[in-house]
């Protein structure tokens, strides 16, 4: 840690706290997480040479690890910096539609990425995407190992109960990409009122204010969605839809359609990372991704990654254990500014066919009240590749 110096304290979590840092060498500015545990060898937290092949996870819309180190006993995270999340950011804050727009086209190419790989986030959040400004946003908070061969079902998580999708609610026992959809729809409708759309006091609660905002769901629409509830003993409360046209009104009718596809209550008709920046939302021809210094930039740290990867003389690292595997996920570091509504969970899992999830718990949120959205006429979207 002597190649960095620690400047003041941004957050503080369960598992560790964050601190802003300044390189010695390139003066550039980074977040600094470093575990509460102490790991006494890194057989006990993680392979190193695993870690770095992690490293490889890089794209624009993304945080990057810069660094893993551990001395004397203590392990740090290196990332990169990043000056607030969006939470931050949009507080009482109203936004253009161009700049809403931006803002999700580069929350979507980051979730594409992450997807692509074969993972998905399970808690996308205005608090796990961190911002320079309007103009660029990062996810954050995801987790460190690439190729996971878990199988369903999941270990539960804390997450945060405003986003969560309704098979989570439900406790299906499988679940996969299409949380990730949901919570960007969520994200969405937030940016256009500043409030949040289902801001459940618990996870019935929850159930409710979905309802309130989607309309009762119909067995036909998602029979495992109805099953799941009966199986709970649940009941779905009798509520109409209201338009989103009423609810959000200074959104554009293409704003409206993308919103409420990616809110539907079978997550196999939710449109995929990928489809959704293929609707008409997106085809404006608007320059819509992070500022092109910045890509320039992302471009050369890249390259240089690269050349250090391919001049390290080190062995390929060896797969992943389960133990491995348990270490990096309570090891994962939180976000890295402005810790805001501050929640504790698990990070990535690897995608599974066929897709859905489970969950029954809850946290504290913002604070402001919501305007509640609505479902419009459905449309219907192609089931996720099998």
């Not at 624009?60 to 392990?75: G, P, Q, S, Y």
């Not at 309802?211 to 029979?223: A, F, I, N």
Request: aromatic share 10%.
């Amino acid at each position: 840690m002597n190649r960095y110096t620690t400047m003041r304290q941004l957050g503080d979590g369960t598992f560790g706290s964050v601190l802003m840092g300044k390189s010695n060498e390139s003066g550039e500015l980074v977040a600094i997480k470093r575990m509460k545990r102490k790991f006494y060898s890194w057989d006990e937290c993680m392979n190193l040479r695993e870690v770095k092949s992690l490293k490889k996870l890089s794209h624009a819309n993304v945080v990057k690890l810069k660094e893993v180190i551990r001395e004397n006993d203590h392990l740090y995270f290196v990332f990169e910096y990043m000056k607030e999340n969006l939470y931050q950011l949009m507080k009482d804050r109203l936004f253009p539609e161009s700049v809403i727009r931006n803002m999700l086209f580069q929350i979507l190419q980051g979730l594409s990425f992450i997807h692509k790989h074969g993972y998905f986030h399970r808690d996308i959040k205005p608090e796990n995407l961190l911002c320079m400004g309007p103009e660029l946003v990062k996810i954050a908070d995801f987790g460190l190992a690439r190729e996971i061969r878990s199988q369903p079902p999941y270990t539960e998580y804390v997450s945060t109960r405003w986003y969560r999708a309704p098979e989570v609610l439900l406790r299906s026992q499988s679940y996969s990409s299409p949380i990730d959809i949901w919570a960007v729809g969520c994200i969405m409708a937030e940016l256009y009122t500043l409030r949040p759309l289902f801001p459940g006091n618990s996870e019935v609660d929850e159930i409710f204010k979905i309802c309130q905002v989607l309309g009762t769901m119909k067995k036909m629409d998602w029979p495992e969605g109805y099953n799941l509830a009966a199986s709970m003993n649940f009941r779905f409360p009798q509520c109409v839809p209201t338009s989103l046209r009423l609810l959000v009104p200074n959104a554009s009718n293409e704003a409206l359609v993308l919103m409420r596809d990616m809110l539907q209550w079978n997550p196999e008709k939710r449109p995929t990372a990928i489809q959704a920046l293929r609707y008409l939302y997106f085809q404006v021809g608007q320059a819509l991704g992070p500022p092109p210094q910045y890509l320039e930039e992302h471009k050369a740290q890249s390259r240089t990654a690269a050349a250090q990867q391919a001049s390290s003389t080190e062995p390929k690292p060896l797969p992943l254990c389960k133990a491995d595997l348990q270490t990096i996920l309570e090891t994962q570091p939180q976000p890295t500014q402005g810790q805001g509504r501050v929640q504790h969970h698990q990070p990535l899992q690897q995608i599974h066919q066929p897709q859905h999830n489970t969950d029954w718990d809850g946290h504290s949120q913002h604070q402001y009240q919501p305007s509640p959205l609505s479902l419009v006429k459905h449309t219907h979207i192609s089931p996720l590749p099998r």
